[in-house]
């Protein structure tokens, strides 16, 4: 039988024990990292940075510039909160995906400083729109480590896509101010950096979001024809069967993408394609290439018509 | 008694595998953050589960891939264990009737860890990692269970001390269970930042505290008791460990050292080894709280004044 006074340390401990709970289970984790301070080769560079870093806030405080409020939804703010949690281990505490867990994956997560992101719905030159992050948050990019994040909220996505959104811009004003610097003052370089890139997020969150409408069917065999021809020139990459001539065994066959990581081609009959495998996901792919990577644009050189021709042969190969 | 033995063995070595291998491991992955190394399961992109190229599939996914793997396959290996234990309880009759149930608990509650690891990667979800990190230390907790039972030693008449003292160091090595599971469950929410730091520092004064007050009766109120007095003074030293590695953690983790490292590299490499060190002693304390439990539970005899 347990004594009285048993029973008033048994009630002490189960008041902690409870208070410990409750906080573990309402109280938020507070992340403990702050921004690294980026250091660059030159002054001029550095006061760049600085000033960027005040238009945009800093990047664990962010905000989003009046020029660019038409081109991002959601509060940027609450969405660096989730991307502490979620995304920083990989992405970095400002989008540089410097961290060591991210070099122990491959492929590396996107560093965002450039401003691009591989799977778009919006020109080859065009910036990405807030909703193409906000479909890879939702349907992740498998078999990589950028898993499905379904889990989050709809309110939840479009919050850490907003804070993906400010990295991203930020780091495009940056790097087109940057190029500037050589004949122009920081201050300067940066507002007419601010302008052209205001244009061109917002030309690409305004341009229309679907594709040209899909035609009828072709002739069989005239996609195939289409993609062994000197036109399209897909099977110099994919090889004449679309298995991907480089993709097996020769990963070394070093073709680059921006961030300087092997990218090899997709066998493209069978494995995942990642940013998805519908019709529209494929016509984007073709129309605008993967952003930074070796898969060049088509939107130049073949007419909608024949971008979607080869939508309907991958999708067969792929049903075979 | 062949049997007895073999059991013992096999429980011995599930529980120093469990310990040192599937959740080293697992601490590693939390520790590093590559959990989501790829989100497929149980197998690699269409590589086998069981595939042991480490290099080609460090070349095709990344070193973190490889250690998410090896988790896995540890953990297969424990269930297979586990599965082992199971049927040799089964199958030998004269097993005792709560050594059976233990094996078959352990079994599933291993089945179920599985599914949970499964469903953390499927779904991305980090209340689903919380709830698989408590899960294993179940496992240990019941593997620690099984070793013991199965023992030889096992076989000797409890001894009798007072009741009074039998009754409190019951109920206080009870109040110790609870607490480290729940302990446990703010450790997990903070290493997968879904609760605050706090928590778990409240949680685990608490639990010291308690701790200590165990360890004070059984090496004060039940002498002649050789077995707990040596599980007592053990547990001292691993909770002096596990304290210091706590504050170290702290420290180094969240708090004022955090800046003190030359540059990103070193800062990983410690920090990992650091909370993967602090959750390993975190298991043994647990491994050894429950035998202590034990012990006072079933070889301890209430001996009451006439």
Request: with cysteine; aromatic share 8%; proline share 5%.
């Amino acid at each position: 039988m347990a004594t009285r006074r048993d029973l008033i340390a048994l009630s002490v401990v189960a008041l902690a024990a409870a208070t410990g709970l409750g906080i573990s289970l309402t109280r938020p984790f507070e992340a403990p990292l702050v921004p690294p301070i980026r250091s660059f080769d030159t002054a001029a560079e550095n006061q760049l940075w600085d000033l960027v870093n005040a238009e945009f806030g800093p990047a664990d405080a962010p905000t989003i510039p009046a020029a660019f409020a038409d081109v991002v939804r959601g509060d940027a703010q609450r969405g660096r909160k989730l991307y502490e949690v979620q995304c920083l281990h990989c992405h970095g505490a400002d989008g540089y995906a410097d961290t060591y867990t991210a070099r122990l994956l491959t492929p590396k997560p996107r560093d965002f400083h450039l401003g691009v992101v591989k799977f778009t719905t919006t020109a080859s030159d065009a910036p990405p729109r807030q909703e193409d992050l906000e479909r890879t948050l939702e349907q992740g990019l498998e078999p990589t480590a950028m898993s499905s994040f379904g889990n989050l909220k709809p309110g939840e996505r479009t919050d850490l896509a907003a804070y993906v959104m400010n990295l991203l811009i930020r780091g495009s004003v940056f790097e087109d101010a940057r190029v500037r610097l050589e004949q122009q003052a920081p201050a300067d370089a940066l507002a007419q950096a601010i302008d052209i890139e205001t244009a061109r997020w917002a030309a690409a969150a305004a341009a229309p979001t679907d594709p040209p409408a899909r035609p009828q069917l072709q002739a069989a065999g005239a996609e195939l024809e289409l993609f062994q021809s000197s036109k399209a020139g897909c099977f110099v990459c994919h090889g004449n069967d679309g298995r991907g001539l480089f993709a097996k065994d020769t990963p070394a066959l070093s073709l680059l993408d921006i961030w300087g990581e092997a990218s090899a081609p997709r066998d493209l009959r069978e494995g995942p394609l990642l940013g998805g495998e519908s019709a529209t996901d494929l016509y984007w792919r073709i129309s605008s290439g993967i952003k930074g990577s070796p898969m060049p644009p088509m939107e130049d050189l073949l007419s909608p018509e024949e971008i979607w021709s080869l939508v309907n042969l991958v999708q067969s190969w792929r049903a075979e | 008694m062949k049997a007895w033995f073999t059991i013992h063995r096999l429980a011995w070595l599930g529980l120093v595998f469990t310990i040192g291998l599937t959740i080293g491991i697992g601490g590693t992955i939390t520790s590093t953050e590559v959990g989501m190394a790829y989100p497929t399961w149980p197998n690699i992109n269409g590589s086998s589960l069981f595939n042991i190229f480490y290099g080609k599939l460090s070349e095709a996914f990344g070193i973190g891939s490889v250690v998410e793997h090896t988790h896995r396959q540890a953990a297969s290996l424990t269930g297979l264990i586990m599965l082992v234990l199971a049927i040799m309880t089964w199958v030998k009759k004269e097993t005792p009737k709560r050594m059976r149930n233990l094996a078959t608990v352990s079994l599933l509650v291993v089945i179920f860890q599985g599914l949970l690891g499964a469903n953390r990667v499927l779904a991305n979800d980090y209340l689903v990692a919380i709830f698989h990190a408590v899960g294993a230390q179940l496992v240990v907790a019941l593997l620690v269970l099984m070793v013991k039972e199965s023992a030889t030693s096992w076989e000797r008449p409890a001894q009798p001390f007072p009741a009074h003292r039998v009754d409190r160091l019951r109920l206080w090595t009870t109040t110790t269970m609870v607490l480290l599971f729940l302990n446990l469950f703010a450790a997990a929410s903070l290493r997968q930042k879904q609760g605050a730091f706090s928590g778990h520092l409240i949680l685990a004064i608490t639990t010291a505290c308690v701790l200590l007050f165990v360890i004070q009766q059984v090496l004060t109120k039940f002498r002649g008791h050789v077995q707990l007095q040596r599980l007592a003074k053990t547990t001292a030293h691993a909770l002096g460990t596990q304290l210091a590695l706590g504050v170290a953690a702290w420290a180094f983790l969240l708090g004022p050292l955090i800046g003190s490292f030359p540059d990103e590299d070193t800062r990983f490499l410690f920090q990992s080894i650091l909370a993967t060190a602090h959750l390993l002693c975190g298991v043994l304390v647990l491994a050894l709280v429950t035998a202590i439990w034990q012990e006072a539970k079933h070889k301890l005899k209430p001996e009451v004044k006439v």
